[in-house]
């Protein structure tokens, strides 16, 4: 089992990694202004059930990123960090889940190292700082395949 010092560096380095800048940085692309305008307007009508855009219903995506957009914006104040905060934490995260199954698998330095690569690729970069639901999609993801693996190991 990997020591949880090492997982906790592990998590606060990929977190600062995809923070740097993101306050400095617009909301950029078409995707990242419609997750923030829902969840400010999840925000301010007090209906956390479902997401809108200009008034008009948002079904196109789960609301767990608008949910933790909502949280981030009361913590943090609005801005493009704190929108950009989930997507954030959900990547550290999936970082830290990846050395868990890959010490499981494999060992601990391998578990180590397979957390170090995947929280340095340039693409968990580009998706850990943006304001979409890509990143809890990803961890989300990664632990149901854990689960059925287990699962299947040990029926």
């Keep these: 089992m990997i020591r949880p010092l090492h997982l906790l560096f592990l998590f606060v ?3 600062i990694i995809d923070s740097l800048g993101n306050n400095t940085l617009p ?3 078409r995707d990242e202004p419609r997750f ?3 969840s400010r307007e999840m925000r301010q009508s007090g209906d956390f ?3 809108r855009v200009n008034g008009e219903y948002r079904f196109d995506k789960p ?3 608008y949910w933790c957009q909502v949280g981030s914006t009361q913590l943090f104040g609005e801005s493009d960090f704190s929108v950009r ?3 954030v934490l959900f990547a550290a995260a999936t970082a830290v889940l990846t050395a868990i199954w890959g010490a499981r698998l494999y060992g601990e330095k391998i578990g180590l190292w397979s ?3 995947f929280g340095t690729c340039l693409q968990l970069f580009i998706h850990g700082r943006a304001a979409v639901a890509d990143m809890p999609m990803i961890f989300f993801f990664l632990s149901a395949t854990w689960i059925a693996w287990e699962r ?3 029926p």
């Design 27 to 29: 909301l950029i692309d």
């Design 13 to 15: 380095a990929v977190a």
């Design 115 to 117: 957390g170090i690569i």
């Design 49 to 51: 059930v479902i997401p």
């Design 85 to 87: 905060f989930p997507s």
């Design 152 to 154: 299947i190991a040990k």
């Design 36 to 38: 923030a305008e829902a």
């Design 63 to 65: 609301p767990l990123i």
